[in-house]
């Protein structure tokens, strides 16, 4: 398997426009994460999805925030509009279960917002 | 809220030696701890995973051991190489809404 595949790996935005992040999960995996690195805040998550339904998006910062998961292969995150704040590593990963096995993550999206 | 701590942020040691990172976690009602590790510029890596009834896991020359009960876990590695430089991260898994809480990591930085 590759593995999750995250894309783009790198982006470059002007303040005020959408972002929208893209994540293939491992093969089989049920869940699906997406988390947000930062130098100040550490590996926070976000939201995560059991069988493409969310289960809690409290960790989501705010409106602009949204993800969805139209299908099992497939997961966006989407910022609109975008604030230089926002400016982070996007990670997402997946598992088997929850609680019980490993996540695997992507190598993550480095956004910047300018 | 649960919170994880890892002390020290920073380790620098020569080749060789055997080490220790530290983790502690404030809710001691977890389902599992996690070690990562974490090159630059790339995604997190799992090394070794603890479920809450074990007490300790291995992989070559990791040993991570778990005491649930006073909310701690290290991370034991063997005859350092500067192959194993990278930041290695603990967290946990509460379930439900918490997902996965991290640390804010170990920079290890192994001199040749």
């Known amino acids: 398997d590759a593995g999750v595949i995250q894309s783009p790996r790198h982006e470059v935005t002007e303040m005020g426009q959408e972002v929208t992040l893209r994540c293939k999960p491992i093969?089989?995996?049920?869940?699906l994460f997406w988390y947000r690195q930062t130098m100040m805040r550490g590996l926070e998550l976000l939201i995560y999805?059991?069988?493409?339904?969310?289960?809690?998006d409290s960790g989501m910062p705010e409106d602009r925030f949204s993800a969805k998961m139209p299908n099992a292969s497939f997961s966006t995150l989407k910022i609109q509009p975008s604030e230089p704040r926002d400016s982070a590593v996007y990670f997402c990963?997946?598992?088997?279960?929850?609680?019980?096995?490993?996540?695997?993550f992507g190598p993550g999206t480095r956004l910047t917002v300018l | 809220k649960q919170e994880v701590t890892q002390i020290p942020a920073a380790l620098s040691v020569p080749e060789g030696e055997n080490l220790v990172l530290n983790c502690s976690f404030t809710?001691?009602?977890?389902?599992?701890l996690q070690w990562f590790r974490q090159d630059p510029g790339k995604g997190l890596t799992s090394l070794l995973l603890?479920?809450?009834?074990?007490r300790e896991q291995t992989s070559g020359r990791l040993n991570a051991s778990l005491d649930k009960s006073s909310g701690r876990s290290t991370l034991y590695i063997a005859a350092s190489q500067p192959g194993d430089s990278a930041t290695y991260l603990c967290?946990?898994?509460?379930?439900?809404?918490?997902?996965?809480?991290f640390g804010k990591g170990t920079h290890l930085i192994i001199q040749p």
């Open positions: 990963a997946s598992s088997l279960v929850a609680g019980v096995d490993t996540q695997y």
């Open positions: 967290a946990v898994w509460g379930g439900g809404a918490d997902g996965l809480t």
């Open positions: 603890i479920q809450s009834s074990q």
């Open positions: 999805f059991n069988n493409n339904v969310p289960i809690d």
């Open positions: 093969s089989g995996h049920d869940y």
């Open positions: 809710d001691s009602a977890i389902y599992n």
